[in-house]
Each structure stands twice: as structure tokens, then as C-alpha cells.
């Protein structure tokens, strides 16, 4: 599935939940949800960082950027994990600033590439982190980010992950001297609770 931006890939995402008689349905944690396993979202340049005009949410947008990027990075898991992972020796790696090394020193790299999952942690926890991993790639002058979710609320969380996420690509895109490519988001489960799904997404 794919979109020009942001606001278009989401908004052309939702039309995949307009039939949940058609979806996986089952009882989570937090209640009954309808899910599509292994959605593929392209969003065709992150240069757009926009949120969808009827995305109700933006509080979320703000609080994830400020996770990666502003005064909550230091309680953050995600940044943490980004960008000081813990080794048992040594010092700890700034992902994001080996990656770009990387991609400086050799632009057709297929190695410029970040984990955020800890087995160790993440398998018996129940919050465990999403997304797990990503990839950086520089392909015709252009900054691809290639992103691994486990698991999207996608009328609630999708839209903030994306933002950020492409936040981070046009920087590090600026960094590079190249521009903003595409976004490949890989979601193992992208959802909608069945609550948000039959007042928002079919009932329009």
C-alpha cells in the first residue's frame, strides 16, 4: 500500500480496515481488535512531515518526538536503545551516528542498519519495544528508510511513529547532502481496536 505522504499512506491504510469481517479478529489485552499481519506501507517521500487532517491524536505526534528528539530522551527506551546501546564491555554504541558513518564512507552500503529489540528484555516483556529494527539506505542520491514494526495501533499510533521516524530520515538526509527518499514501514501486525474501528473507520 502505498502514498505521496504521511497523511495519503494512512489514509489509504484505514480503507483496508473498512471490512473487519474480512480481517483476523481476536481478544487482546486491551480488547477485541481487527488486524492485518504483514502490511507493507510505502510512503513515497519523507520529506512531508504533516500529519492527516483528521488524525485526532496530535498530542501523541508531540509526546514521540520529544521521546527521540527533545527533553524526554533520557527515559526513553527507544532513544536509548538508538542512541547509547548498552554493551557488557565497553562503551555504549550510538547507533544512529556509527550508521551515518557508514553511509558517508560507502553510500552503497547494504550494513547501515539499527536493532531496537533486546531478546533478553523484550521477549517476557509485556510491553515489549516496536519497532524493532530499521535500515538506512542511499539509493539513486535519494535516503531510504526501511522500518520493521512489531506491533501498530494504526489509527492511534501509526501516524506519530511515522513522523518521527521521518523526522529522523530527513536529518540524517541533511547530514548526507542527500534528499529524503521513500519510507518502507513492514507492520508483522498493524490494527485497529474494535471500539476506534467501527466509530471512526467504517462508520464514515
Same mark, same amino acid.
Given at each position: ?39 507493507? $506501507? #510505502? ?17 501523541? $505526534? ?31 554504541? @550510538? ?26 528484555? @523484550? ?5 515489549? $519495544?516496536?519497532? #524493532? ?18 506491533? $501498530? @495501533?494504526?489509527? #492511534? ?38 471500539? @476506534? ?8
Amino acid at each position: 500500500m502505498t502514498g505521496a505522504t504521511i497523511a495519503e499512506a494512512w489514509e489509504q491504510g484505514l480503507l483496508l480496515f473498512r471490512s473487519p469481517a474480512d480481517l483476523y479478529r481476536h481478544d487482546s489485552e486491551r480488547g477485541v481488535a481487527f488486524e492485518i499481519t504483514g502490511l507493507n $506501507v #510505502v510512503i513515497e517521500s519523507a520529506r512531508d512531515l504533516t500529519a492527516p487532517a483528521r488524525y485526532q491524536f496530535p498530542g501523541l $505526534v508531540v509526546d514521540y518526538a520529544e521521546r527521540l528528539f527533545g527533553a524526554e530522551r533520557d527515559r526513553s527506551l527507544l532513544y536509548q536503545r538508538m542512541r547509547n546501546w548498552a554493551v557488557a564491555d565497553g562503551q555504549p554504541i @550510538d547507533q544512529i551516528t556509527r550508521l551515518t558513518e557508514i553511509l558517508a564512507a560507502s553510500p552503497d552500503t547494504r550494513a547501515a542498519a539499527f536493532t531496537l529489540w533486546r531478546p533478553e528484555d @523484550d521477549l517476557l516483556s509485556s510491553y515489549s $519495544v516496536s519497532p #524493532v529494527s530499521g535500515c538506512f539506505r542511499i539509493i539513486s542520491q535519494c535516503l531510504e528508510l526501511q522500518l520493521v514494526a512489531r506491533s $501498530v @495501533d494504526f489509527w #492511534v499510533g501509526a501516524v506519530p511513529e511515522l513522523i518521527a521516524y521521518a523526522r529522523l530520515a530527513n536529518e540524517l538526509a541533511l547530514t548526507l547532502r542527500v534528499k529524503p527518499g521513500p519510507i518502507v514501514y513492514h507492520m508483522w501486525s498493524a490494527h485497529i481496536y474494535e471500539d @476506534d474501528c467501527l466509530a471512526h473507520v467504517v462508520a464514515p
